[in-house]
């Protein structure tokens, strides 16, 4: 049966920001900070905001917003991605980068934590459009980001096209090669094997560890709903079949427009069907998959479904209080691939139901990681196959789990306090080795 709906109108968000810090001040009152360290970690050490100047390809100017935030770099260079969106926030990107922060940490790097942001809808813009917009975000912070200080990577609607428009502006206004600015990069340019999947892939490979640390068998076949279809969805969802699981549904955006829906079939979708409907940024065409009898519902219809583990792997602040309220009987674990996907009463209410949430700053460590691979990569002008990295990536995430898993059950928290508690640890250890506070 095809069951066709009017798309769900794009809800405006909590502010991201204050959620990160809500976080943080519960983690902080754990861990007994000084005022100091709490001011000092609850702000971005650094903001840059500007404007980019660009030609269109009709000859008229246009002038689009862009941002950079360090959050803290005590344990090394600022890492984080781009995100290109007509839809962000200053908010939005304070809060990611905060994100960044503890997640390096977590996950045992020597980064610290960053983010990006155009305030562009790139499928609104021609391919050369692009080009020079992001040429442009490069030329306003050439001086201010670099393989020693801050490493971008790809985010939501960014790609490999993206980064390496961005390291050749950087490396023409510097003059010298410096693989190492950028991470994500496509291969032919110092990218490294494994990256593309490695958020999705770590999604899986963090979820099935938590499985097992927590003796939870998967029983004969675990079963997934997904929010998005874009790089870490896409990937999850393979790895998730590729592990013996089934996917039921799959929600994204409509070619096109920024409404969503879910594409249902209780036999399992097919990934590779599906792919041939998504466009460059993950939107699935709503015609084409009805015409292969996807049951098409309202875009939060996959909270809704009867599954043992929900994907939100699109955008921050999907699951809230009132929207995991609608959750299934069934659903026993949220593994974040997206950042931020749950509100923090949303968290409360999901905690005082059972169900476990595998919380983004370890459920998607994995690209960051890579990243860092990647980093090394081209700073030390080696490669390495994907075996490799994909061995030492899920030994890394498995590392980092067992840490996390540890700390909840000694210290009777939700996974999401313990990795908090190891990440802000850990970087306020290191701001105060370096005298910061
Ligand atoms: P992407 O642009 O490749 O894909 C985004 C997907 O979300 C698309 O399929 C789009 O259709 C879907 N989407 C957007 N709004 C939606 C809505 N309201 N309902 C349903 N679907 C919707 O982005 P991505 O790189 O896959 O990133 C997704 C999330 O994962 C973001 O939160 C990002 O910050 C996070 N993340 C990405 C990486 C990475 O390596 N790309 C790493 C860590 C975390």
């Known amino acids: 049966m095809t069951t066709l709906v009017a798309p ?24 007994g900070l000084d005022r100091a360290t709490r001011e000092l970690l609850r702000a971005p050490l650094r903001e840059f905001r500007f404007q980019i100047p660009v030609t269109m390809d009709d000859g008229t100017k246009r002038v689009f917003t862009g941002m950079r935030v360090q959050h803290n770099d005590a344990r090394g260079p600022s890492k984080g991605g781009i995100r290109l969106s007509a839809s962000g926030s200053a908010d939005e990107v304070r809060a990611l980068a905060m994100w960044m922060t503890w997640k390096c940490a977590i996950a045992d790097l020597p980064l ?3 983010k990006g942001w155009i305030d562009c809808d790139p499928r609104a813009l021609s391919l050369t459009e692009q080009e020079r917009v992001c040429r442009g975000w490069v030329r306003q912070l050439a001086r201010n980001v670099g393989a020693d200080s801050d490493v971008p990577a790809p985010d939501v609607m960014s790609s490999p096209q993206h980064m390496a428009w961005m390291l050749d502006e950087f490396e023409t206004i510097h003059g010298r090669h410096t693989p190492g600015f950028i991470t994500g990069k496509p291969l032919p340019l110092g990218g490294s094997a494994g990256r593309v999947e490695a958020t999705g892939r770590g999604v899986i490979t963090v979820l099935h560890a938590v499985l097992e640390a927590m003796n939870v068998s998967a029983g004969s076949r675990l079963t997934a709903s997904v929010q998005g279809f874009g790089n870490v969805a896409k990937y999850a969802c393979r790895r998730f079949v590729e592990r013996g699981g089934l996917v039921r549904a799959v929600s ?3 070619s096109g427009d920024e409404c969503a829906y879910t594409y249902e079939r209780p036999e399992g979708v097919d990934l590779d069907e599906l792919e041939r409907l998504t466009d460059a940024f993950g939107a699935i065409d709503k015609g084409g998959a009805a015409r292969l009898g996807y049951n098409v519902l309202p875009g939060n219809a996959w909270i809704e479904q009867p599954v043992d583990v929900l994907i939100p792997a699109a955008l921050e602040g999907q699951l809230t209080a009132e929207s995991v309220r609608g959750l299934d009987g069934r659903v026993r674990f949220i593994a974040e691939g997206a950042n931020g996907p749950t509100t ?3 968290d409360e209410a999901l905690a005082a139901r059972g169900v476990t949430v595998i919380p983004d700053v370890l459920a998607n460590a994995g690209g960051v990681t890579c990243s860092y691979f990647e980093q090394v990569q081209s700073n030390t002008g080696s490669w390495w196959s994907r075996e490799k990295v994909l061995t030492l990536l899920d030994a890394s995430l498995s590392r980092a789990v067992d840490e996390v898993t540890r700390t909840a059950a000694r210290d009777g928290v939700t996974l999401r306090e313990a990795a908090n508690l190891t990440g802000v640890a850990r970087v306020a250890e290191a701001c105060r080795l370096r005298g910061w506070v």
């Open 344 to 346: 923090p009463e949303a």
């Open 8 to 31: 769900d109108a794009v809800v405006p968000l909590a502010n991201p920001y204050d959620a990160a810090r809500r976080q943080f001040d519960r983690v902080a009152d754990r861990l």
């Open 252 to 254: 994204s955006w409509h």
């Open 112 to 114: 610290g934590g960053g």
